[in-house]
């Protein structure tokens, strides 16, 4: 029996050595790959490796927006880009914080300045996702994408009656009355919601600025669509918020008819955001690494997904221009 239970032991202490061995062995295997994906990223213009031929380049704008300088210079990377003759932006979303909305414009029009533009509406370009779209030198959108929601917010919660209902009082001392105002501990004053409209008023008066400017809509048909309300694509043909309905084939058309760029070359993705936690590759050795140490769940989560899902903030702060049903109505 004691030879039984050596052998045993011994096996255990073979098994976790071999365990042991192979997850470092997956550990260098995954930093070397990652090394020389960086290497030819630093080499490349759309991504992984130097393009070879003329191309038409795909970007994509999804979800909230927020500010986000690694795409900036994404943006100006792809503006230098020798292969790319024009670019093509689909976006579906609807919005986020004005300020980041305002960023990403302004990048996109310098792309724009560069390379002949195209925005395609696949789900929505809403409130700050419109002001992205507004970018671009044509605007194309599916028939029933919801574009518009042209307007400005600044929402914060009050909680007051349930401080007073639990007993509890925020005590302050600030330097002057509108410091920190509105807080949410207290009802807000007059001249705290005046200072927030006044606020408002301003991001909004820029908002509608650019439409009348970038859309070349203005007097009764400018208030229709400012009024803060969404249309789908085939309203906004008949208000000029969008060019034409379609698709991708759409703005290739466009781009062949109205730039002269020719309609049989490659359409390739560039990766407004190419972080180490995008690569496919790096994935599938998390997913490996994850089963060698138990974790066999988890990783077919993550090799099956190819990346790992995060929640969106459920706060954002500052001034939003953004489109929900249950943030905005």
């Known amino acids: 029996m004691s030879l039984d239970a050596d052998a045993l032991v011994d096996r255990r202490r073979m098994r976790r050595k071999l365990t042991f061995w192979r997850v470092l062995a997956v550990l260098v295997a ?144 600030k330097s002057s009355p509108l410091k920190a105002s509105p807080n949410g501990f207290e009802p807000t004053s007059p001249e705290a919601r005046a200072a927030i409209a006044a606020l408002v008023a301003d991001s909004y008066d820029w908002f509608r600025t650019m439409v009348r400017e970038r859309r070349g809509i203005d007097g009764e048909l400018l208030a229709k669509v400012t009024d803060g309300r969404v249309f789908t694509g085939r309203q906004g043909i008949e208000l000029k918020l969008v060019d034409s309905i379609g698709t991708e084939e759409t703005a290739i058309a466009w781009l062949a008819k109205e730039k002269g760029i020719d309609a049989k070359l490659p359409v390739r993705d560039w990766k407004l955001d190419p972080r180490i936690g995008d690569l496919s590759f790096l994935h599938l050795g998390g997913a490996v690494l994850l089963e060698a140490a138990g974790l066999g769940p988890l990783a077919r989560i993550l090799g099956r997904s190819g990346t790992i899902q995060s929640f969106e903030s459920l706060s954002l702060d500052g001034l939003l221009a953004l489109w929900h049903p249950a943030a905005s109505d």
Do not use: C
Request: no cysteine; charged share 20%.
């Open 30 to 173: 995954v930093v070397g790959i990652v090394a020389v994906g960086m290497a030819l990223r630093g080499r490349s213009e759309l991504g992984f490796g130097e393009p070879v031929s003329a191309q038409i380049a795909r970007i994509g704008i999804w979800g909230v927006i927020r500010n986000d300088q690694e795409r900036v210079e994404a943006l100006e990377r792809l503006a230098k880009s020798r292969a790319a003759k024009a670019v093509i932006v689909h976006i579906d979303s609807p919005g986020g914080t004005t300020a980041g909305s305002e960023q990403l414009h302004t990048a996109l029009r310098k792309l724009a300045e560069k390379k002949p533009t195209v925005i395609v509406v696949d789900g929505m370009a809403a409130s700050g996702g419109y002001i992205a779209a507004m970018a671009g030198d044509h605007i194309v959108a599916q028939g029933n994408s919801i574009v518009g929601s042209i307007g400005v917010l600044f929402q914060y919660p009050n909680v007051s009656d349930l401080l007073k209902t639990l007993g509890v009082k925020v005590e302050e001392v």
